[in-house]
């Protein structure tokens, strides 16, 4: 293990990676990992400079809130990325909790860990898992690239394992009611029917364009894993896709709130729309197929 004191700044290499410590009296102690030796001494470099100019803004007290970061990172990062709707909603669901009150410097892996506790009472582990890592990869960026001299609190608590799969099935009155229920929202009860029909994800339904239909198959040019993928089309699914609206009229958001609303009416707990993919699965296997 190399080591070497460079002015206030500790660099060490450890396990291939580059950690760095800067102790200054007066300033909360900044450490932060790199990849390699140039960006830890960049790092080192651009800190102590801030430390010299008595960069009160991000070195001493007066650090943004957690909002402040969240909204910045949804219009600069989130909205490059192919998932965009889904990272949008778990950041604003962020933003909506106390731990976004606090200034940036304040989230420290303790309050980070209550955060993680008290959302692993709300949301299923792999939901948690994920915007922790949402989390994670923000203050990455506010580190590296916007020159905030803090902590990531996320490298210093354990997160979600051993996630339990789910194997919610629908009952045959909370499928009549979903697909032949008597309710006015048509778009819905076709894009619930074809995700039970064909085992497709939410998005993917969402993205479907006429071009997609190729005779009796599906191709989805863009999964979730970033690969195109053929799903091959049952009748009722055929007869969905070419007698409908494509793409559907209906906004990621706006299923997610009549799906809600839908469950409240029918009195159906403990289903998330996710479950429709298992459940589709499900009747391929016992069909045979």
């Given at each position: 293990?190399?080591?070497?004191?460079?002015?206030?700044?500790?660099?060490?290499?450890?396990?291939?990676?580059?950690?760095?410590?800067?102790?200054?009296?007066?300033?909360?102690?900044?450490?932060?990992?790199?990849?390699?030796?140039?960006?830890?001494?960049?790092?080192?470099?651009?800190?102590?400079?801030?430390?010299?100019?008595?960069?009160?803004?991000?070195?001493?007290?007066?650090?943004?809130?957690?909002?402040?970061?969240?909204?910045?990172?949804?219009?600069?990062?989130?909205?490059?990325?192919?998932?965009?709707?889904?990272?949008?909603?778990?950041?604003?669901?962020?933003?909506?909790?106390?731990?976004?009150?606090?200034?940036?410097?304040?989230?420290?892996?303790?309050?980070?860990?209550?955060?993680?506790?008290?959302?692993?009472?709300?949301?299923?582990?792999?939901?948690?898992?994920?915007?922790?890592?949402?989390?994670?990869?923000?203050?990455?960026?506010?580190?590296?690239?916007?020159?905030?001299?803090?902590?990531?609190?996320?490298?210093?608590?354990?997160?979600?394992?051993?996630?339990?799969?789910?194997?919610?099935?629908?009952?045959?009155?909370?499928?009549?009611?979903?697909?032949k229920g008597n309710y006015p929202q048509q778009t819905l009860r076709n894009i619930i029917e074809l995700?039970?029909?064909?085992?497709?994800?939410?998005?993917?339904?969402?993205?479907?364009?006429?071009?997609?239909?190729?005779?009796?198959?599906?191709?989805?040019?863009?999964?979730?894993?970033?690969?195109?993928?053929?799903?091959?089309?049952?009748?009722?699914?055929?007869?969905?896709?070419?007698?409908?609206?494509?793409?559907?009229?209906?906004s990621a958001n706006a299923v997610r709130l009549a799906w809600d609303k839908l469950k409240k009416k029918?009195?159906?707990?403990?289903?998330?729309?996710?479950?429709?993919?298992?459940?589709?699965?499900?009747?391929?296997?016992?069909?045979?197929?």
């Amino acid at each position: 293990m190399a080591h070497k004191e460079i002015e206030m700044g500790t660099l060490r290499r450890r396990n291939n990676k580059w950690h760095v410590q800067i102790r200054r009296k007066h300033y909360p102690s900044q450490t932060s990992t790199f990849n390699n030796k140039l960006a830890a001494l960049r790092w080192i470099r651009n800190t102590e400079v801030k430390l010299e100019q008595n960069d009160v803004g991000l070195l001493r007290k007066d650090y943004p809130r957690l909002k402040s970061l969240i909204e910045r990172y949804i219009n600069t990062v989130s909205v490059k990325k192919r998932g965009y709707t889904a990272e949008k909603y778990h950041l604003k669901s962020l933003i909506r909790n106390k731990i976004a009150r606090l200034p940036i410097n304040l989230v420290t892996s303790q309050r980070l860990a209550e955060y993680r506790d008290e959302r692993a009472d709300k949301v299923e582990p792999s939901t948690l898992l994920r915007e922790l890592n949402i989390i994670q990869h923000l203050f990455n960026i506010a580190i590296k690239e916007w020159g905030f001299a803090i902590n990531n609190p996320c490298k210093m608590i354990a997160k979600p394992n051993g996630i339990k799969k789910r194997e919610r099935r629908l009952s045959n009155e909370e499928y009549n009611f979903l697909v032949k229920g008597n309710y006015p929202q048509q778009t819905l009860r076709n894009i619930i029917e074809l995700a039970i029909e064909t085992a497709m994800r939410r998005g993917e339904i969402l993205n479907i364009k006429p071009e997609h239909i190729k005779g009796q198959t599906l191709l989805i040019p863009i999964t979730k894993n970033g690969d195109e993928r053929t799903i091959p089309l049952t009748k009722r699914a055929l007869y969905i896709l070419e007698n409908t609206q494509l793409p559907f009229p209906m906004s990621a958001n706006a299923v997610r709130l009549a799906w809600d609303k839908l469950k409240k009416k029918g009195n159906i707990t403990n289903l998330h729309f996710h479950d429709l993919r298992h459940e589709a699965i499900s009747r391929f296997f016992e069909k045979g197929l």
